[in-house]
């Protein structure tokens, strides 16, 4: 774990971008993706590298980041805006040429997203912008008008060496109870892999282990290799690190999913609070964000928005589903030690999309059909061993056979069981439920180190 004492951290964190290894926690976000006009390179590399400079730049290091997130802590001072920079395998290419971008040892980060086999709707049919971009700067901050004057002051400066083909603005959504949540409703964001030493610290109060050695059922520490890997293009310095990305716009039906799910208990007889757990069996949370694993109903956790210190029995669907999202995306000990734990990401996703309605009113004709859903986002060290595994050999996997029994719900595609008697497998009846994610759009990116940022135009 990374604590105040670790004698690498410092020099570690002054080498990469901010957010990998921890969230940058702003409410308002938007995503520039750019591509490089021909014969401009060098304009590009200039404007690149001018995002690390001055006195408050854009793009901080993860060691700039933790010491205003310390400043804020301390004397409530905010430090503006917070940018990160991320190159597709097409943006180095543009930049440096064939031979350098395949210098990446990815090999679906340099085919991009569009070459995937994920069974993803066709290029032309993505938003027309998020198609094969070279760059996607990401803006963030807690001022929504913030973000909207830097983005139009970027756009104007660079205007004459590159096309802004999309801003996709993200804001964070909140429950009731100042839990933040997607648009379906449910609490986004528990369970992450903990790479700092006093976010450990954090869980264990939050998850009631006083006993390290008796009271961890689920470990989420992690080391910063599992997102971490060294920026090919930078020779010679071990803190020249950097991250590969994934970005994917994926639009929501919420009204679709609601009918659905109303559908689903007509379908398994479940009524009353019954009901309720229908969407907490898709999705293997309730709304509240307490794991159907551990409660059979609502509102029975006081720490349920951040309770993650839960494991699943491999014999058992009759509690959590096989195919519940976060049973396909992270099967915990489903699997041999350490096989889950390996594929994790660090998931920096942000909803998109203004709603008129409140996600919490529990009627379902005023609920959007589209225009709002998910900006997917995730640092990983691999593309083909983390996302691409975890969204092809989990999600999409309709096998039957434990534990990718059926199709993940959300943003996997068929036909699955459910018990419709909490903790009774013999209970166990097959259901169908339709897909309410939309893939919009969205590309592989890779986030160089600070060096690589700093030197763009010497090398
Ligand atoms: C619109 C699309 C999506 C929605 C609505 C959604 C929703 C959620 C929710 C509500 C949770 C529970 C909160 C938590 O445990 O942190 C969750 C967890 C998770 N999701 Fe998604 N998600 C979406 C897309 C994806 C995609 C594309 C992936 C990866 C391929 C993914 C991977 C995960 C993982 C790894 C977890 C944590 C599981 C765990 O560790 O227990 N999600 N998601």
């Known amino acids: 774990m990374l604590s105040s004492k670790h004698p690498m951290r410092n020099e570690m964190l002054k080498g990469i971008q901010g957010n990998i290894l921890k969230a940058h926690g702003r409410h308002h976000t938007a995503n520039l993706f750019i591509t490089g006009e021909p014969e401009k390179q060098s304009e590009v590399k200039a404007w690149i590298r001018s995002l690390t400079e001055g006195k408050n730049p854009i793009i901080s ?8 997130i310390e400043k804020f802590r301390k004397e409530g001072e905010d430090s503006g805006p917070f940018g990160c920079f991320h190159i597709s395998a097409a943006g180095y290419k543009y930049l440096f040429g064939q031979e350098r971008a395949d210098l990446f040892g990815d090999d679906s980060f340099k085919d991009g997203m569009a070459n995937a086999n994920l069974n993803d709707p066709p290029l032309a049919m993505w938003d027309e912008g998020l198609q094969k971009p070279h760059f996607m700067l990401l803006l963030a901050d807690t001022s929504e008008d913030r973000v909207r004057s830097v983005t139009v002051e970027i756009q104007k400066s660079i205007m004459f060496c590159t096309k802004v083909t999309s801003v996709v603005k993200g804001h964070a959504v909140f429950n009731g109870k100042g839990a933040g949540i997607e648009h379906f409703g449910y609490v986004d964001g528990v369970s ?18 006083i006993d390290e050695s008796k009271d961890i059922v689920f470990d989420p520490r992690a080391k910063p290799e599992l997102v971490l890997v060294p920026d090919p293009l930078i020779t010679g310095d071990p803190n020249a690190m950097g991250s590969y990305f994934v970005f994917r716009k994926l639009e929501q039906n919420v009204k679709g999913f609601k009918l659905a799910e109303a559908a689903l208990a007509v379908q ?14 898709v999705i293997g949370r309730f709304e ?25 029995d491999s014999e058992d669907a009759s509690k959590c589903p096989f195919h519940a999202h976060i049973r396909k995306t992270n099967p915990r000990s489903d699997l041999p030690k ?35 859903g998910l900006l997917f986002m995730s640092y990983q060290a691999s593309i083909v061993d983390q996302f691409e595994f975890i969204q092809k050999n989990w999600a999409n996997n309709s096998n039957f056979s434990k534990p990718n029994t059926g199709l993940d719900l959300i943003i996997g595609q068929g036909g699955q069981e459910y018990p419709i008697k909490w903790g009774d497998p013999t209970s166990m009846r097959p259901a169908t439920f339709g897909q309410f994610v ?21 090398l």
């Open 438 to 458: 939309q893939m919009k759009g969205g590309e592989y990116f890779f986030a160089p180190s600070m060096r690589f940022l700093q030197e763009i135009d010497e």
């Open 338 to 372: 350490g096989e889950a734990a390996k594929r994790r990401m660090a998931r920096r996703g942000i909803p998109f999309g203004i709603r008129n309605d409140d996600p919490e009113d529990g009627l379902i004709d005023n609920k959007p059909e589209g225009d709002v």
């Open 268 to 281: 398994l007889g479940l009524e009353g609070e019954e009901e309720e757990r229908i969407g907490a069996q």
């Open 61 to 68: 290091s993860g060691a700039q980041q933790i010491l205003s």
């Open 288 to 312: 509240d964000g307490s794991p159907v694993q551990v409660v059979h109903e609502e509102g029975q956790m006081p720490n349920s928005a951040v309770f993650n210190n839960f494991d699943y």
């Open 192 to 209: 992450q892999p903990l790479f700092f030493q006093d976010e450990w610290e954090k869980y264990k109060l939050n998850n009631s282990i």
